[in-house]
């Protein structure tokens, strides 16, 4: 596990990478609900996020990184799916999800 000011460093780059996905969709005409709930979610889970970390609560925060990471797979495999979607959105959520990818890879969840 990350020590506290790394984890919250790293974190740091997830939660911006979620806030360019929201602003992306918000931006999006025609966005699918089901895409547009998915980020809004991972949005909520990420405003909650300090708190969780500031609790230094282990089994929280690997939930909290295990439920972004089940968000953010199914937000990039909607956009896989939709070839109407913008290059603006697809890489804004590939972007988040490479991000989540990488603070799970280096907690070792």
Known sequence: MLHANDLQHRF???ERAVRLAAQAASA???LPRELRDCIELM???ADNAREVLQ???????RKLVRDL????????????Y???LSGQI???VTHMHSQIQELKRDMSV
Request: charged letters at 35%; hydrophobic letters at 35%.
């Open 28 to 30: 999006e005409p025609g």
């Open 82 to 84: 939709i070839p109407t």
């Open 90 to 92: 697809k890489g804004a």
């Open 12 to 14: 740091y780059f997830v």
């Open 69 to 80: 990471e089940i968000l953010a797979e199914r937000a990039r495999r909607i956009c896989n």
């Open 43 to 45: 949005d909520r889970h």
């Open 55 to 61: 609790s230094a609560d282990d089994a929280r925060v």
